[in-house]
């Protein structure tokens, strides 16, 4: 088994709830193939970089998962079999990303920016 991170981008005209479906829709998938699903994110509507299909914005999704290769072509699959994908990428993360990831979840990065913040509200 080996780690991996997927990002998906959904359609900006979808309600709460149905995001959520569509959340729980891939989890499930992922946890009915057997891999263990450790972390999600969900980022909630950004700005794409360029227009795709269209849409400017995008709801942006975060899995963190453990799987065996072969469920990420199944998985993908299903990613382009939704109409309501924009995008999606999928990477198998090595040692340092996944370092880096355990880092960014425990809000490492985040703790310096606020620390900035601080001193510059205090002066």
């Known amino acids: 088994m080996r780690n991996y991170e997927t990002i998906f981008v959904l359609t900006p005209v979808l309600s709460e709830t149905q995001l ?31 227009p795709i299909a269209r849409k400017t914005t995008g709801y942006y999704f975060l899995f963190e998962f453990k799987a065996d290769p ?5 998985l993908e699959i299903e990613y382009r079999r939704d109409d309501r994908l924009l995008r999606f990428l999928t990477v198998a993360l090595d040692r340092d990303a996944l370092a880096y990831s355990e880092k960014r979840r425990g809000g490492a990065f985040k703790k310096k920016k606020e620390a900035t913040d601080e001193t510059a509200a205090a002066q």
Do not use: C, M, P
Not at 36 to 49: C, F, I, P, Q, S
Not at 70 to 74: A, N, Q, T, V
């Open 20 to 50: 959520q479906e569509i959340s729980d829709k891939f989890k499930n998938l992922l946890l009915e193939n057997g891999a263990d699903v450790y972390h999600t994110e969900n980022w909630g509507l950004r700005k794409l970089a360029y």
């Open 70 to 74: 072969e469920l990420i072509s199944r």
